[in-house]
């Protein structure tokens, strides 16, 4: 297939003339409504931001914010759900990077987006992202449906994405008509969810991958991303982004100018303002690589201002104060909370920190070849997490028209009669003095979670909550006992005498002994549950 890519300097030629041409068309009457420049409400509520944060008592920089405290319902909950859900699971291909991957002629992962747009939709230049958006009805969205599931999968908190990295919000945005209250399904998403959340007793978030919004869009001339009167979906087409090798964002990743940083805290601010969330999850668009440091990131002073608007406005509401989920090293730990992506900490870390993952290995959004993990591979993470001292984050993708797929309704299900049985050992929990014993080790990193191997018979697990101590086997034994050796009364973890053991689930006693090997239990003819098994120590 033949395509043209147009030299350099055509191309920075042809970049002028299409600003030229679109400023010229632009009146006087509608100069404030020109969508290449700041949007015409950011300006007064940078004002309003800034007069909350001088208010204090946080106030933008590092020392003020490092006195943030994590609240107790949040490392009492250790369990709650993501949702990835946007006009990107109307193609349900490949996965939710289909606006970006359907502009880039390359595989990804297996998959070549872009022919797949152009067999199916026609090309890019008249079948735009923006095409899905009026496809994209939700017309079957149910939010008191949707919380009841996350009740009964024993979530504690739900955090849906607020706007992804395709620009498009899924609340009413004061800041661009490109939202889902305006186009699309047309309601607003995020409100009608947080008030069935919310009724339910469950703590509500929201995510903001808007950062990304900057280098999302790879663009053309003959693309509809780079017509200017779309700038306010794709962002604005930025020379840089026409680069032949702009799509290498790690390799390459100009900073955002300060016309996006203002709209970047106008609009987080808003969802401070729109939702009082209990916590807010921050993308990587905030740092542009893993090795960035908070104090070398230029946008540090735009993360100080929103913090400090966020936890003011979160202690002047009479609540908890908020908390902000980042990644890599976006804050100073004592500033937020720590989150891994797909990952997971091979060892107790102090501050408490989170996981977020997926039920789908293969895509966060709904795709119609979703490759599913188990519930008993699930519950195992969320076992392992909590005894490390963190909290699972998990991620479902509704389809286009609000439904949630059966395969993630069914691996909720399972996770929360789990939970209904066992939750004792997981929530209000802490950790132990070892997070656990066994042969299988825990792969880190960025998405490392694909490293992995399944966790055997040998791997075991600690909680506690009081006097209680509680080992979680993560396999069922072959043998009639299991000998847990972290416990024997000559190790440095003894726990000193035991007083009883129990399994729960198991309403007969078990047999039991305690010396210098370990702590050897009889274990019950038939498994309580499917699958991680939680002996209580006394």
């Known amino acids: 297939m033949f395509r043209f890519t147009p030299p350099p300097l055509a191309l920075f030629l042809s970049l002028i003339t299409l600003f030229a041409v679109h400023v010229s068309t632009l009146s006087a009457e509608d100069a404030d409504q020109d969508p290449l420049a700041p949007h015409p409400a950011v300006a007064p509520a940078i004002e309003r931001i800034d007069a909350v944060v001088d208010a204090g008592p946080f106030q933008p920089n590092w020392e003020s914010l490092s006195g943030y405290g994590i609240p107790q319902w949040y490392r009492d ?16 291909f490949g996965s939710e990077w289909y606006p970006r991957q359907m502009y880039i002629d390359a595989v990804r992962r297996g998959d070549n987006f872009y022919e797949h747009h152009q067999e199916t939709y026609g090309p890019q230049s008249t079948f735009g992202y923006k095409d899905f958006i009026p496809k994209f009805r939700a017309e079957k969205f149910d939010p008191d449906a949707w919380a009841d599931l996350f ?7 739900v955090v849906p994405v607020a706007e992804h990295h395709d ?21 607003d998403i995020i409100d009608e969810l947080q008030q069935a959340v919310r009724a339910r007793g469950l703590k509500f978030g929201v995510s903001s991958h808007r950062a990304f919004n900057w280098k999302f869009y790879i663009r053309r001339p003959e693309y509809d991303n780079a017509d200017p009167k779309y700038a306010r979906l794709y962002g ?18 100009e900073p955002q100018d300060e016309q996006f940083k203002h709209d970047w805290l106008a609009r987080t601010c808003e969802l401070v303002d729109r939702f009082n969330p209990d916590l807010v999850w921050f993308d990587f668009g905030i740092t542009a690589s893993q090795g960035t440091n908070y104090r070398d990131n230029h946008y540090s002073p735009w993360l100080q201002r929103f913090a400090a608007y966020y936890y003011n406005r979160s202690l002047k509401a009479g609540g908890d104060i908020g908390i902000i989920n980042y990644k890599w090293q976006a804050f100073p730990e004592g500033a937020a909370v720590l989150d891994l992506e797909r990952s997971k900490m091979d060892a107790i870390r102090t501050p408490f920190w989170q996981t977020d993952t997926a039920v789908s290995s293969s895509s966060w959004g709904y795709t119609r070849n979703q490759k599913y993990k188990t519930p008993n591979r699930l519950v195992d993470d969320l076992v392992d997490i909590v005894s490390k001292n963190g909290c699972l984050l998990l991620n479902i993708g509704p389809r286009a028209d609000g439904t949630i797929p059966e395969k993630d309704q069914e691996i909720l299900l399972a996770i929360g009669k789990w939970l209904e049985l066992n939750g004792e050992a997981i929530y209000g929990t802490t950790y132990w003095k070892t997070y656990g014993e066994g042969p299988t080790k825990t792969a880190t990193g960025h998405l490392a979670e694909k490293k992995n191997k399944p966790f055997t018979a040998e791997d075991i697990r600690f909680t506690a909550k009081g006097d209680t101590l509680y080992a979680i086997l993560l396999d069922w034994p ?8 972290t416990l024997g009364t000559e190790s440095k973890y003894s726990p000193g005498t035991i007083e009883s053991v129990e399994m729960i689930g198991v309403d007969a006693p078990l047999e039991w002994k305690q010396d210098t090997g370990g702590l050897t239990v009889r274990l019950p003819q038939q498994k309580p549950c499917e699958f991680a098994y939680v002996l209580r120590i006394r």
């Not at 072959?478 to 050796?485: A, F, L, N, Q, W």
Request: proline letters at 7%.
């Open 77 to 92: 909950a250790k369990f709650g759900i993501f949702i990835h859900w946007g006009a990107y699971s109307v193609p349900a």
């Open 151 to 157: 009740v009964r999968a024993g979530a504690k908190y």
């Open 167 to 187: 620009g498009f919000p899924m609340y009413a945005c004061s800041f661009t008509e490109w939202d889902a209250s305006e186009m699309g399904p047309r309601r």
């Open 236 to 253: 604005r087409p930025m020379p840089f982004l026409f680069r032949e090798d702009a799509a290498d964002y790690r390799k390459r990743f």
């Open 478 to 485: 072959e043998g009639e006992s299991v000998t847990i050796r």
